[in-house]
């Protein structure tokens, strides 16, 4: 996603190709949670058959480890995107429609802010009045484009038309 807006970017005008290495440099990092808490999602949507899913399950499918993908869920179920299901045949569920999820929900409950400069920091004060400040605000506004605008339902028909496209 974030390579994506990069791309976007440097195509705009820029000197950089698509696929240069200044490219890759620029690129914000997504920590694990986000990148998890995403995949997580996605594997919930994907499994939806109206059980609910094991974490240990997802997990295995996932190759992520279970005792990770724990603090994942419950801060994915504390702020109401997935319900819990208790008892032998528990497990969890999406509270809502993939269409509901944004990518950018998901990754503010995990990441934060994803803004790449701290506007808080007394070194923005002084370049708020320059024109770099320009270039973070149109950065800001980029990623927030896209995420903002890929939801759990086009990360399904993504995996699905990968999955289709798949040839041994």
Known sequence: MVIV?????????????????????VAMRISSKGRYAIRLMLDLAISDSGEPVRLKDAARRQNISEKYLEQVISILNKAGYVRSIRGPQGGYVLANRPSWYTMGMILRLTEGSLCPVDYETDGFREEAESATSILWDKLNHAINEVVDNITLEDLMEWQMAKADSYVI
Do not use: M, T
Not at 12 to 22: A, L, P, V
């Open 5 to 25: 807006i990069i791309r976007h970017l440097y195509i705009q005008g820029s000197k950089f190709s698509e696929n240069s290495k200044e490219a890759e440099r």
